[in-house]
């Protein structure tokens, strides 16, 4: 029974950083286009649109990750 906790401490460990690194990854992605999206050739009336989807994907990541933990830790015994 404790190599199961284990598992699942670690499962949930692994989880959540990779949330955090899709998070930031959009976060990053986000800022490159508001400051670079016409020098990556996007059009100039989508670069704001483009940005702020990203900042979205990251802020709903950052909210699934603790959707996750929630949802996890209701699972434990």
């Known amino acids: 029974m404790d190599q ?3 598992e699942r401490e670690r499962s949930l460990k692994v989880v959540q950083i990779v ?3 899709l998070a930031l990854l959009s976060l990053i992605a986000a800022l490159a286009v508001s400051v670079r999206g016409i020098d990556f050739g996007l059009p100039e009336t989508s670069v704001q649109t483009i940005a702020i989807a990203f900042l ?4 709903l990541d950052t909210v699934l990750l603790f959707v996750w933990e929630r949802i996890f830790q209701r699972m434990q015994p």
């Open 56 to 59: 979205a994907v990251g802020i």
């Open 4 to 6: 199961i906790t284990h």
């Open 19 to 21: 949330f955090a690194i």
